[in-house]
């Protein structure tokens, strides 16, 4: 027989897993989980039209307490320790939402939600508070003692402290366990008590009736906490101090003192519990709504409220001395908490999963993104798809699924038999239009009926343009535009989506020309602004958000009430159902320091290691699994980088013979260097010029005669990259720049036709390779990091979002609103 592994060589392995998942364990302050997941009352529902193995989660009202009976399900109240039934873990898909939504809901009730406000309310303040202090400490909440030292691989004989060597009434988990590196263990107890007082309009009395049975319970519950605590950690460190601590975010302290005044037999058990001598100690060491910030606005911690909380921690740390812990007992501790033996889960209330465990920042990013990345819609939606209008402009901020919303009436129409086009106005409405229409063909494949016998109609894609712009060789009239749809769809209606589209100009001409042309037309358009210019259409505003975490919405909303979109853009509006989880505050990575160069970090080498640093922090692209039952590590995939300039940030240029014409840009270079796979995604006009320009001075100095107006010399000739005297092709006209074109074409005493032709091969290679990047970039077929420009990314979304801001006050408005807007879950910001 192989012989049993010792505690002691568990104890190491414990350790290394904490040095590696926690960097820097003895330097900072880590908070396991590190995000608080809400419990979410969803119902599932089959829209009709839509098959049943495509049914969406509606949020709903919570179940009522006093009744048991759910909002949800309407059935009798499911025992919130029943787990949710285990399922196949879904398939990577970086569509619109996973292919497998949730068969079970467990019930949510109106004190889960409450309790979730109260638990993430505390996070902000303790984040900010452990921020603040700069101290060396690990924060857990909702520590269970059912999950301590529970995995397969650790043997009940080995000689750990369990939970189980008490007596059944002597165990108590903890809302919240702090470990602190120099001053021991701190137990905490969380009430909401007082939450409901204004709504439920209570008189004084019946107010502190309720906060004393509360106390009483959290007294009781507070020392057990300690004896467990204690016991837990006796065999590392004897004598640790254990403090305890009791959190009532909605009472104030002076309502504390009054309580405890008036029933002394509590007030002396709650001294006894605080280690004190005198009631109005024991209220000093309470934390109480007084120390915190506004719930109004929780995540505004304010100078004022971090002074009063850093206070009130050095009260309740430095009393009840004792001996402070080395580094080897610190890790030992963290490594039986946090290690991988601990089960660290999170709430799974609508997932098909039986646990999540979620340790660090990046496998909590991933966690939120694929919770909303989930075919969630509002009762509103369900409606607008049951009634199914001909004619609709969808109208609403970014993130409410407007785009959800075309994919899912799309697929009603094609499961009537009829063809979809999807059709895209213009460049800035391409990635949309290809991901809708690649989302559309996944679904239909993947719900389809074998044997079943119904047809589905065919989705067929549309790439014009109205107006000369930056293709003026595809521009396309309308005329040729409507003729093409109405001859896809013979003997029934037109069907249309189009995303991001304003229906201005061109489009608006589309539109009246289909009614003309197909009476019984059938077209949704989507995009943010709230006007649209076609009466027909029926508006529809859409103004809860779905898709993106609160705190990305709040960066958000920021755009949408600046002087420049307020007119054009809806409101958010309050949803009363929470999101699966707030999110993380963003990254921000400085535009500053000696390694940085140039005015703008979009051109800054140092800005792109940044970055990649910011991306290696977060897990991304790190495939090892440490914990079987975590969330997939996040992927390059999940990443979006974008600016607002177009052309400042490139890739390598190549000319016919391989040779390099034009590097990538610094901070491309700066991603590269650090291991970070990046695609660039930007005009191919740029491009061109640069191709051709490479040629024309190749031309210029074989002597070509074809005769061309010299460009004046300002002095700025070393800063563009253009010698004294010299002609730049960047700077000439459309007509001279056509010229050049037709005389290489033809053939000039410079250059064979061979040659010629070599160049134009080349141009078509370009435009044939951006199109690919466009539908690379929208369906994220490829593991790699998109850098691209803002504009041509509305519509699609991603896990975490790099936005580059601009250094241009009047612009940051777009940067918010076109780039901050493609979030869901994390924003990595690099400005000045």
């Not at 300002?714 to 010698?723: D, I, N, P, Y």
């Not at 250094?807 to 869901?824: A, F, G, I, W, Y």
Request: proline share 7%.
């Amino acid at each position: 027989m192989f012989p049993q592994p010792s505690a002691s060589s568990h104890s190491v392995t414990w350790r290394q897993f904490v040095t590696l998942t926690y960097p820097d364990v003895l330097q900072a302050t880590y908070c396991v989980p590190p995000l608080h997941f809400n419990r979410v009352p969803y119902q599932r529902v089959v829209v009709p039209g839509l098959p049943a193995d495509l049914p969406a989660l509606v949020k709903q009202t919570p179940a009522d307490d006093s009744t048991g009976k759910s909002a949800v399900t309407g059935q009798g109240l499911i025992p919130r320790t029943m787990k949710c039934p285990s399922a196949q873990p879904p398939t990577r898909d970086y569509s619109l939402w996973p292919t497998d939504p949730p068969t079970t809901s467990a019930t949510v009730l109106s004190s889960d939600m409450r309790d979730d406000f109260c638990q993430q309310y505390l996070l902000y303040n303790l984040h900010a508070l452990a921020k603040h202090v700069q101290q060396v400490m690990f924060v857990l909440s909702s520590v269970n003692f059912q999950n301590y030292l529970s995995g397969a691989a650790v043997s009940s004989a080995m000689s750990f402290p369990r939970p189980t060597d008490l007596k059944r009434g002597s165990r108590g988990d903890f809302d919240f366990l702090i470990v602190h590196r120099h001053r021991g263990l701190l137990v905490a107890e969380l009430k909401s008590v007082g939450m409901q007082r204004s709504q439920l309009q209570l008189s004084q009395e019946q107010a502190d009736h309720s906060v004393t049975g509360r106390l009483d319970r959290a007294v009781s519950q507070l020392e057990k906490g300690r004896r467990m605590a204690s016991h837990l950690v006796s065999d590392v460190a004897p004598g640790l101090p254990v403090r305890t601590v009791l959190f009532l975010p909605f009472v104030s302290r002076r309502q504390v003192l009054r309580v405890l005044t008036a029933t002394p037999a509590l007030a002396q058990r709650v001294r006894g519990c605080l280690g004190v001598n005198t009631t109005l100690e024991a209220a000093d060491l309470t934390l109480c709504s007084d120390d915190l910030s506004d719930p109004a606005d929780p995540w505004n911690v304010p100078a004022h409220v971090l002074s009063r909380l850093t206070s009130w921690w050095q009260r309740r740390m430095t009393s009840c001395p004792g001996p402070a812990l080395t580094d080897g007992d610190y890790l030992e501790i963290i490594g039986r908490f946090v290690g991988p033996a601990t089960t660290v889960s999170v709430h799974c209330s609508a997932t098909p999963r039986l646990t999540v465990e979620v340790r660090t920042q990046g496998e909590a990013v991933a966690e939120l993104g694929s919770r909303l990345a989930r075919l969630v819609l509002t009762p509103e939606q369900t409606d607008l798809l049951t009634r199914a209008p001909p004619l609709v402009y969808l109208s609403g901020p970014p993130g409410t699924g407007k785009t959800v919303m075309l994919v899912l009436m799309a697929l009603i129409w094609c499961r009537r038999g009829w063809n979809v086009q999807v059709v895209s106005a213009g460049d800035f409405s391409l990635a949309a239009s290809l991901l809708v229409c690649h989302q559309i063909r996944k679904t239909l494949d993947s719900t389809a009926a074998p044997g079943a016998g119904v047809t589905s109609g065919d989705v067929l894609f549309r790439s014009y343009e109205f107006c000369k712009g930056t293709h003026p060789e595809n521009e396309t009239s309308v005329e040729t535009a409507v003729q093409e749809m109405v001859r896809a769809s013979p003997g029934q209606p037109v069907c249309v989506v189009m995303d991001e589209t304003n229906i201005t100009t061109g489009e608006k001409d589309l539109v009246d020309r289909l009614l003309q042309a197909d009476p019984n037309l059938h077209l949704w358009a989507a995009n943010i602004k709230k006007t649209r210019s076609v009466a027909e259409l029926q508006t529809e505003r859409m103004t809860r958000p779905l898709r993106s975490a609160p705190c990305v919405v709040r960066e958000i909303q920021r755009a949408v009430e600046s002087r420049h979109y307020e007119t054009e853009v809806e409101p958010y509006s309050t949803d009363a159902v929470p999101s699966p989880a707030d999110g993380f505050s963003p990254t921000v990575v400085r535009h500053q320091g000696p390694k940085h160069t140039t005015w703008e970090p979009i051109s800054c080498h140092q800005c792109g290691v940044d970055v990649a640093a910011a991306l290696r922090d977060l897990g991304v692209g790190d495939t090892a699994r440490r914990v079987p039952k975590s969330s997939k590590p996040l992927q390059f995939r999940d990443v979006l980088i974008v600016m607002h300039l177009s052309g400042e940030n490139k890739d390598d240029i190549y000319d016919p013979t391989g040779k390099l014409l034009s590097p990538a840009s610094p901070f491309v270079r700066g991603l590269r260097a650090k291991g970070v796979p990046v695609c660039v995604v930007d005009y191919p006009t740029f491009t061109e010029s640069t191709l051709d320009e490479a040629r024309w001075k190749k031309h210029h100095s074989k002597g070509c005669r074809v005769p061309v107006e010299e460009v004046e010399d300002v002095g700025f000739g070393e800063l563009f990259g253009v010698e004294q005297g010299e002609e730049c092709f960047s700077v000439k006209s459309d007509e001279e720049k056509e010229q050049w074109r037709l005389h290489y074409r033809q053939g000039c005493e410079a250059e064979s036709l061979e040659e010629s032709q070599k160049w134009e091969d080349q141009r078509q290679l370009v435009l044939t390779q951006w199109k690919t990047k466009m539908e690379d970039m929208a369906t994220s077929r490829h593991d790699h990091v998109i850098v691209t420009p803002d504009w041509f990314v509305q519509g699609l979304e991603r896990k975490v979002v790099v936005a580059v801001m601009t250094s241009v006050t009047e612009l940051k408005h777009l940067d918010r609103m076109k780039s901050v807007s493609r979030c869901t879950t994390h924003l990595i910001i690099v400005q000045e």
